[in-house]
């Protein structure tokens, strides 16, 4: 099997996961989303690796979403058994133990679109264009889009962007707090390697726990919320690391966390 998901260490602490189908705009094969749940179990194995990058090979593509050809010809079964298939992988992403970084270079259209919401943050180029045109295949979105995208943005702006196939300029993305970063497209890279090295300064429990609170919490009532956010306080405070920090910040140093 060709190689379609490239991972790489470009820095301790720091992996890149590449979708690698330039030529079809690294346009989302069942192939492709079996390599995706490979590597994340790679990632999710390998404790050296604290923050995951995720972006497309070429300039012009994150993901141009899903292989149409692989809808063709009304076959039910196999519609859905890739449906489902893409929802687990997309669902892995999102509960990932490290924080993950959507870097978005061009096209992330419908499925492309997806797998970007399931990343902690999304870094955009001046030349990225998001969107769910789903509708004009007489579809909609099914790896989670509506749901994600309404729970970043709000009813009114997920409505336009569903209901009339808008593709969303990298531009507005950043000014509508979607994507955390805008830059030129060469410097995307560069950019998100600098959040990731942001990260990496946090104690790895208080970012795994930080990130769980992040996507538990949303989904919780207030109180329910706030106790989880108790919870995971009063864990960290009896870790390692968390006294480490406490000490270090008293003695006026760097802390030097090691994971426990």
Request: aromatic fraction near 4%; charge should be negative.
């Amino acid at each position: 099997m060709a190689s379609l998901v490239l991972l790489d260490r470009p820095e301790s602490g720091i992996a890149v996961m590449t979708l690698n189908r330039p030529d079809k705009l690294n346009a989302l094969s069942e192939d492709m989303l079996d390599q995706i749940g490979a590597q994340l179990d790679t990632v999710e194995n390998d404790p050296s690796i604290r923050v995951l990058i995720l972006t497309g090979a070429g300039e012009k593509a994150f993901a141009a979403g899903a292989d149409i050809a692989e809808y063709q010809g009304g076959r039910h079964d196999a519609f859905r058994a890739f449906q489902l298939k893409g929802r687990r992988v997309n669902d892995r992403l999102e509960a990932l133990r490290v924080p993950t970084i959507a870097a978005v270079n061009g096209y992330a259209l419908g499925g492309g679109f997806e797998i970007a919401l399931c990343c902690d943050l999304i870094v955009v180029s001046t030349t990225a264009r998001l969107g769910l045109p789903e509708g004009l295949l007489g579809l909609s979105p099914g790896g989670g889009g509506t749901q994600r995208l309404l729970r970043s943005l709000g009813r009114h702006a997920t409505a336009e962007l569903l209901l009339t196939a808008w593709r969303m300029k990298g531009e507005r993305a950043y000014a509508l707090g979607l994507a955390a970063a805008l830059c030129e497209p060469d410097q995307l890279m560069e950019t998100a390697l600098e959040k990731a090295r942001a990260m990496l300064k946090l104690a790895p429990q208080a970012l795994t726990e930080m990130k769980r609170l992040i996507r538990e919490g949303a989904d919780c009532s207030l109180p329910a919320a706030l106790s989880l956010e108790q919870e995971a306080l009063l864990r960290l405070y009896g870790t390692q690391d968390g006294q480490e920090g406490i000490n270090a910040f008293l003695e006026k140093r760097s802390p030097q966390f090691k994971g426990v």
